[in-house]
């Protein structure tokens, strides 16, 4: 059973940073593209980026709207995925979800973690 | 960015009525190597997503088959063939063909 587990949010203040981690079990994890995406409360989600596997060098893919502040990164040998938020600002505020990219879609989704950047 | 506009924002639905949901996208979906890379989503309340179909038509495993996807270019449509009350919750279009990936807006689903 494929799962996928994030941990690290909480409460951050404005211009502070974070870290958030992905735990993946249950697939092969060195196989796959994985994503972050996030959904600020009572809206759609917005994909953040994902980061290629290790035949595809690990590079990685931004939306324009975090490139330059969050940094995607993975460790194959842990199965972990990473999210490092920099600069983090009130419209940061969401669930963060780690999801896994197929060759045409995202289909599994972890169960969240909610990150709240407020003073 | 591709904007996708769902419509209706919300429906109401009786146990086994039949509904539609639209998703059109302001450029066409169609990739250079000939798929078209919409998908849809549901998401149950205080849960994660659920992928549902995959480029246009695919049915993801394990999803029963009264959902369906249709479309083409710019224009897509999601049936439910018989509502039944675990389908409730909202609905999201999401595009893979142009970067960065963009969703729907949603559609909520109510069971009357």
């Known amino acids: 059973e494929v799962k996928l587990l994030e941990s690290g949010g909480g409460l951050v203040q404005p211009g502070g940073s974070m870290r958030l981690s992905c735990a993946a079990s249950g697939f092969t994890f060195t196989d796959f593209y994985m994503n972050w995406i996030r959904q600020p409360a009572g809206k759609a989600p917005e994909w953040l980026g994902f980061?290629?596997?290790?035949?595809?060098?690990?590079?990685?893919e931004y939306n324009p709207s975090v490139k330059g502040r969050f940094t995607i990164s993975r460790d194959d040998t842990q199965n972990m995925l990473y999210l490092q938020m920099n600069t983090l600002r009130a419209e940061d505020t969401a669930t963060y979800y780690c999801?896994?990219?197929?060759?045409?879609?995202?289909?599994?989704w972890g169960q969240g973690v909610m990150v709240t950047v407020s003073s | 960015d591709v904007v996708l506009t769902q419509t209706p924002p919300t429906l109401s639905a009786t146990i086994g009525q039949s509904v539609s949901i639209s998703c059109r996208s302001s450029?066409?979906?169609?990739?250079?190597?000939?798929?078209?890379?919409l998908n849809w989503f549901l998401q149950r309340p205080g849960q994660s997503p659920q992928l549902l179909i995959y480029s246009v038509s695919n049915l993801e495993s394990g999803v029963p088959n009264r959902f369906s996807g249709s479309g083409s270019e710019t224009d897509f449509t999601l049936k439910i063939s018989g509502v039944e009350a675990e389908d409730l919750g909202v609905y999201y279009c999401?595009?893979?063909?142009?970067?960065?990936?963009?969703f729907g807006s949603g559609t909520k689903l109510e069971i009357k």
């Open positions: 999401m595009q893979a063909t142009h970067a960065p990936l963009t």
């Open positions: 999801a896994r990219w197929t060759h045409t879609t995202v289909d599994y």
């Open positions: 980061i290629r596997n290790k035949a595809n060098g690990y590079t990685t």
């Open positions: 450029q066409s979906l169609l990739d250079s190597d000939g798929d078209t890379y």
